[in-house]
Nanobody, 124 residues
């Protein structure tokens, strides 16, 4: 069974930063495109970033503030989120897809595997 586990969320002040991690059990994460989505209460899920072989993607709302990278040693993908705004509050999910090219963005993304999410709360 392929499992994704997110961690690193928490309560942070406006302008602060967090380091989110998506770790895998049971498969080599480096063989998959990994995307991060977030969902705020009462709002639709939003794709924020993605990493695949040779490509990364960031939603316009997070460009320049978020950075995605692979942690090959720990079979994980990290999402550094910074200069946080109140609208960044939400539950952040990572998802894996063996075929996604992140240069295509995240429109229409379905994802084969999803984690349980980690909550980020940006306070003023």
């Amino acid at each position: 069974q392929l499992q994704l586990v997110e961690s690193g969320g928490g309560l942070v002040q406006l302008g602060g930063s967090l380091r989110l991690s998506c770790a895998a059990a049971g498969f080599n994460l480096n063989l998959f495109a990994i995307a991060w989505f977030r969902q705020a209460p009462g709002q639709e899920r939003e794709g924020v970033s993605c990493i695949s072989v040779g490509s990364t993607y960031y939603a316009d709302s997070v460009k320049g503030r978020f950075s995605i990278s692979r942690d090959r040693t720990n079979n994980a993908v990290t999402l550094e989120i910074g200069n946080l705004k109140s609208e960044d509050t939400g539950t952040y999910y990572c998802t894996a897809d063996p075929y996604r090219d992140c240069s295509d963005g995240l429109r229409g993304y379905q994802g084969d595997y999803w984690g349980q999410g980690t909550q980020v709360i940006v306070s003023s």
